[in-house]
C-alpha cells in the first residue's frame, strides 16, 4: 500500500487530495492582482512555499519567464524555467503554478487548464490558483486520479512572517527555511531532498579557471577550479531569500540586471548588505553568503504614498458623491411625489364633476 502510494503520487494519480487548501501571503495575492490589472494579456506565476499537512503555505510568487504571451494564453520559456527554479532556498520548493483568467471566464479552468494541471501534478506540483476581475473571482484546484478538483483559497497576512531560517554547518552556511510550527520530521524529509543540489551547485559544474573545458589538462600542480559565490538576496521584508550563484571574481554589477529580471524588480531597485549600499564595483566574494535586502528608491517610495493618498482621497469623494446624489435624488423624489398627487387630485375633482354633469343630464331625461 505504501509503494503503491508513493508511485500514485509520483503520476498524479493520489487517492486523496495532496493539497486541500492553499493558505497565499496577502501581499504576494495583491502583488499578482496588480500584475494583472496592468496588462490585457494572462500573467502567471510561480506559487513559492510548503506543503504541509494538506496545507499549501505560498509565501511568494515568481512571474514567468514568458515564451508566449496573449489574452488567453501563456507559456513559460523552458529554456529560463531552470534559473527561476535554481534560486529557491533550501527548504522552499515551487509548489504550484498561479495565473489570470479574462473576467469573461473567470476563475474556471479551461481544457488546457486541465491537461496542464494534470502534467505538473505528475512532478509533484500539486496546488494551482486562477484569479479574475480584479482577484474577486479566485478559485484554487489540485488533481485526484487525474481528475481536477477544486480545493479552499485564504490569504493570510504577513504569512511571510511564520518562516524561520536555520544553518547547515558545512565550508559555508546554506541557508533554509522553514514553517515556524514544522515538524522535524516534515523538515529534515525537505531539506534532504534538496540538499544535494543546494551544496553542488555551489561547485558544480566544474570550470577551470585558466584554460577552457575541452583543453588537455595541464602536467603542473597548479590545477584550479572556479570559485563560485552563494549570493543571498531578499527582495522584500522578512527571510524570504533567493540564492544566485555566481563566479566570485566577478563584480556586482555584472550581475545584477540578471538579479533584477529574475525577480522581477524594477531596473532602480537599491541594494543593503549590511545596512550600506551595495556598489557595482564590489567583488562577489565579499558578498558571499551574506543577505542582500532591496529596498524600493525614495521616488518610488513618494510614489506609491501619492498613489495610496489619491486612492484614499478618490474613494471618499465617491462616497461623499453617492451620498449627496442619494439626498438630492430623495428629495426631487419627495417633490415628484407631491406634484402627482396634486394633479391627481385636479384630476379626481374633473373625473367627478364630469360623472356629475352626466348624472344630471340622464335624470332630466
Same mark, same amino acid.
Given at each position: 500500500?505504501?509503494?503503491?502510494?508513493?508511485?500514485?503520487?509520483?503520476?498524479?494519480?493520489?487517492?486523496?487530495?495532496?493539497?486541500?487548501?492553499?493558505?497565499?501571503?496577502?501581499?504576494?495575492?495583491?502583488?499578482?492582482?496588480?500584475?494583472?490589472?496592468?496588462?490585457?494579456?494572462?500573467?502567471?506565476?510561480?506559487?513559492?512555499?510548503?506543503?504541509?499537512?494538506?496545507?499549501?503555505?505560498?509565501?511568494?510568487?515568481?512571474?514567468?519567464?514568458?515564451?508566449?504571451?496573449?489574452?488567453?494564453?501563456?507559456?513559460?520559456?523552458?529554456?529560463?524555467?531552470?534559473?527561476?527554479?535554481? *534560486?529557491? @532556498? %533550501?527548504?522552499? &520548493?515551487?509548489?504550484? +503554478?498561479?495565473? =489570470?483568467? /479574462?473576467?469573461?471566464?473567470?476563475?474556471? #479552468?479551461?481544457?488546457?487548464?486541465?491537461?496542464?494541471?494534470?502534467?505538473?501534478?505528475?512532478?509533484?506540483?500539486?496546488?494551482?490558483?486562477?484569479?479574475?476581475?480584479?482577484?474577486?473571482?479566485?478559485?484554487?484546484?489540485?488533481?485526484?486520479?487525474?481528475?481536477?478538483?477544486?480545493?479552499?483559497?485564504?490569504?493570510?497576512?504577513?504569512?511571510?512572517?511564520?518562516?524561520?531560517?536555520?544553518?547547515?554547518?558545512?565550508?559555508?552556511?546554506?541557508?533554509?527555511?522553514?514553517?515556524?510550527?514544522?515538524?522535524?520530521?516534515?523538515?529534515?524529509?525537505?531539506?534532504?531532498?534538496?540538499?544535494?543540489?543546494?551544496?553542488?551547485?555551489? *561547485?558544480? @559544474? %566544474?570550470?577551470? &579557471?585558466?584554460?577552457? +573545458?575541452?583543453? =588537455?589538462? /595541464?602536467?603542473?600542480?597548479?590545477?584550479? #577550479?572556479?570559485?563560485?559565490?552563494?549570493?543571498?538576496?531578499?527582495?522584500?521584508?522578512?527571510?524570504?531569500?533567493?540564492?544566485?550563484?555566481?563566479?566570485?571574481?566577478?563584480?556586482?554589477?555584472?550581475?545584477?540586471?540578471?538579479?533584477?529580471?529574475?525577480?522581477?524588480?524594477?531596473?532602480?531597485?537599491?541594494?543593503?548588505?549590511?545596512?550600506?549600499?551595495?556598489?557595482?564595483?564590489?567583488?562577489?566574494?565579499?558578498?558571499?553568503?551574506?543577505?542582500?535586502?532591496?529596498?524600493?528608491?525614495?521616488?518610488?517610495?513618494?510614489?506609491?504614498?501619492?498613489?495610496?493618498?489619491?486612492?484614499?482621497?478618490?474613494?471618499?469623494?465617491?462616497?461623499?458623491?453617492?451620498?449627496?446624489?442619494?439626498?438630492? +435624488?430623495?428629495?426631487?423624489?419627495?417633490?415628484?411625489?407631491?406634484?402627482?398627487?396634486?394633479?391627481?387630485?385636479?384630476?379626481?375633482?374633473?373625473?367627478?364633476?364630469?360623472?356629475?354633469?352626466?348624472?344630471?343630464?340622464?335624470?332630466?331625461?
Amino acid at each position: 500500500m505504501i509503494r503503491r502510494k508513493r508511485k500514485a503520487q509520483e503520476g498524479g494519480l493520489v487517492e486523496e487530495p495532496v493539497v486541500k487548501i492553499v493558505i497565499m501571503d496577502q501581499e504576494a495575492f495583491e502583488r499578482a492582482v496588480r500584475v494583472g490589472a496592468a496588462t490585457d494579456s494572462e500573467v502567471g506565476f510561480y506559487m513559492i512555499g510548503i506543503i504541509r499537512d494538506h496545507e499549501a503555505f505560498v509565501y511568494d510568487i515568481i512571474e514567468f519567464p514568458y515564451s508566449e504571451k496573449s489574452p488567453t494564453l501563456i507559456a513559460s520559456d523552458p529554456a529560463k524555467v531552470a534559473r527561476v527554479f535554481s *534560486i529557491i @532556498p %533550501l527548504g522552499l &520548493t515551487v509548489i504550484g +503554478i498561479m495565473h =489570470k483568467h /479574462p473576467d469573461t471566464i473567470g476563475s474556471t #479552468f479551461s481544457s488546457i487548464d486541465a491537461k496542464t494541471f494534470v502534467e505538473w501534478a505528475r512532478e509533484g506540483v500539486h496546488a494551482h490558483v486562477i484569479f479574475s476581475k480584479n482577484g474577486r473571482d479566485v478559485s484554487a484546484y489540485t488533481v485526484v486520479k487525474n481528475k481536477i478538483v477544486k480545493i479552499d483559497f485564504v490569504t493570510k497576512k504577513n504569512l511571510v512572517d511564520e518562516l524561520r531560517i536555520g544553518y547547515i554547518p558545512i565550508s559555508t552556511r546554506i541557508p533554509f527555511l522553514y514553517h515556524s510550527e514544522d515538524t522535524f520530521v516534515s523538515l529534515i524529509t525537505r531539506l534532504e531532498k534538496g540538499l544535494t543540489h543546494s551544496v553542488l551547485k555551489e *561547485i558544480s @559544474p %566544474l570550470k577551470p &579557471t585558466n584554460a577552457k +573545458i575541452f583543453e =588537455k589538462v /595541464p602536467k603542473s600542480n597548479a590545477l584550479e #577550479f572556479e570559485k563560485r559565490s552563494r549570493i543571498l538576496v531578499a527582495p522584500r521584508k522578512g527571510l524570504l531569500v533567493y540564492e544566485f550563484i555566481f563566479p566570485q571574481e566577478k563584480k556586482f554589477g555584472e550581475v545584477k540586471e540578471e538579479i533584477i529580471k529574475v525577480l522581477g524588480l524594477t531596473t532602480n531597485s537599491v541594494f543593503i548588505c549590511e545596512g550600506a549600499l551595495v556598489d557595482d564595483k564590489t567583488i562577489l566574494r565579499e558578498l558571499h553568503g551574506k543577505i542582500i535586502r532591496v529596498q524600493q528608491p525614495v521616488e518610488k517610495i513618494v510614489e506609491e504614498l501619492i498613489e495610496a493618498r489619491i486612492r484614499k482621497l478618490e474613494q471618499t469623494i465617491l462616497s461623499a458623491l453617492k451620498d449627496y446624489l442619494s439626498k438630492a +435624488i430623495e428629495e426631487e423624489v419627495k417633490q415628484l411625489r407631491k406634484i402627482i398627487k396634486k394633479e391627481l387630485k385636479k384630476e379626481v375633482k374633473k373625473i367627478v364633476k364630469e360623472a356629475l354633469r352626466e348624472v344630471n343630464a340622464t335624470n332630466k331625461k
